[in-house]
């Protein structure tokens, strides 16, 4: 009798493991390229009496889905091609690209690493990185949409606030502000 209920035991132990083992299990990792032609961070800085709009292009870069989620990723951000979108134009990315803001003669380039993505719903995810900029290297969270992320692409955005001063791009505090206004749309195949 007690073998008879140990083997009972047994066959319902390994009936429960296996019916759940589709829940368990994961779908592959895919990595897809970032879409360059479509994929940019547009940027908003103010100062006491005006704002200045524009965006910086994205170089390279991969995201890793897991089951329909982002789980990772990273990209390269094109400081030395930036772009002013409003009538200031060309004298004020002269500016930007110089010393005093992004001295893209030294940093023409900047990068964001992933580190962990944790979903709060089934769209909206905290993303949590390193952001390489000017020289540093920091920890950067913000809130994004992931619009779409299946075996067609990947499509995410963002919209934060970032403090330059962190990144040592002090110049004018006091009458241009320390945070700017950043929204990534970020296109992968």
């Not at 019916?19 to 994961?26: Q, R, V």
């Not at 889905?65 to 990209?75: D, M, P, Q, R, S």
């Not at 992320?149 to 320390?178: C, H, P, Q, W």
């Amino acid at each position: 009798m007690k073998k008879f209920i140990t083997v009972l035991l047994s066959a319902v132990l390994l009936a429960g493991i296996y019916s759940f083992s589709g829940i368990l299990k994961t779908k592959d990792l895919v990595t897809y390229n970032v879409q360059t032609d479509k994929s940019r961070v547009d940027w908003v800085g103010s100062k006491k009496n005006d704002f200045h709009t524009g965006y910086f292009s994205i170089k390279s870069g991969t995201v890793q889905v897991n089951a329909g989620k982002l789980v990772g990723g990273e990209f390269v951000i094109d400081l030395a091609n930036l772009k002013v979108t409003d009538g200031a134009g060309v004298k004020l990315e002269g500016h930007l690209k110089a010393a005093d803001f992004f001295d893209v003669a030294k940093y023409g380039e900047a990068s964001y690493k992933i580190t962990t993505v944790s979903y709060s719903g089934e769209s909206a995810a905290t993303i949590n990185g390193i952001l390489s900029l000017k020289g540093a290297s920091l920890p950067v969270s913000f809130q994004a949409n992931i619009r779409n992320a299946d075996e067609k692409g990947f499509f995410g955005e963002a919209f934060f606030s970032m403090d330059r001063t962190l990144f040592g791009i002090n110049y004018g505090v006091g009458n241009v502000a320390k945070d700017v206004q950043i929204a990534v749309h970020l296109f992968a195949k």
